[in-house]
C-alpha cells in the first residue's frame, strides 16, 4: 500500500510504501524531517502518520527524541514545530543535533528489530506446536521443569485464564524485604470466566519438601479470587 503527499512546494510529492526497510526509525526520521520543511515548519503528527503510512507510534518515537535534543517542540498534543535558526534554515548546531538524533534513532532501530525477530521467532514455534501430529502429548510435567537450571530457586505461577485476560506487572516497589530482594505484583483482569492460578515452584527448598507432593498431583495449587499475588523475584 502507497500513500502520496504534496507539500509546499509545487509538485514534490513523498511516495511511501509499507515495507520493514520504510518503516525504520532512521529512514522515518528523514521522511518526517522533509515532511515538517515541506510543512513550513508546523506538522499535524495524525497526518504525518497517514501520510508516512506508520503506526502512530513510531511517529512519537522520532518527536520525544527531536524533543529532547530542543529541534522540535510541541504546539499542541498532536502539533509540533520546528526550532528553525533565524535565518530560517538549519544552522551547523542544529545539523549537529540531528545527526546525535538519528544515532540514537539507529540504536533503536536495531533494538526495534532484534525485539520483532524474537516475536516472529515465537509465533513460528507456537505455529509449529499446533501443527505437530503428536499435538495431544504436547505438554510439560512438573519434574520437566524442576529440571530447568535457569527456573532453580524462582517462584512460579500457573496462569489458566480466558481469552481475552489482561495481565499487567508494575514495577517492583519497596526496599526488597528481608531477603534484600525486589518484590513484584501481577494484577489479573478476566473479561469473564474464573481465573486458575496454581503455584508450581515456590523457590523455597524446604517449603517445596512439603508441598511438592500436592503440585506432583496435577499441580493442585488452586488459588480463588486472588487480585494480586507478591512474589519475590
Known sequence: MTSTRRGGRQGSAVTCTGSRFDSSLHLLTKKFEKLVQESNGELDLNQAAEQLNVKKRRIYDITNVLEGIGVIEKKTKNVIVWKRSKGGGVNSQDAGDLARAREELADLTAEDQKLDDQ????????????????????????????????LQNETLIGVRAPAGTELKIPEAQGDGGARGQETYQIFLKSPGGAIDCFLVNSGDSSFMAESEASVDNNLDWLLEETPSMDFPR
Do not use: A, C
Not at 514455534?125 to 499446533?130: E, R, T
Open 119 to 150: 516475536i516472529r521467532s515465537l509465533q513460528d514455534s507456537l505455529q509449529s506446536v499446533g501443527l505437530y501430529d503428536g499435538v495431544n502429548y504436547s505438554y510439560i510435567s512438573h519434574d520437566d521443569i524442576k529440571r530447568i537450571p535457569e
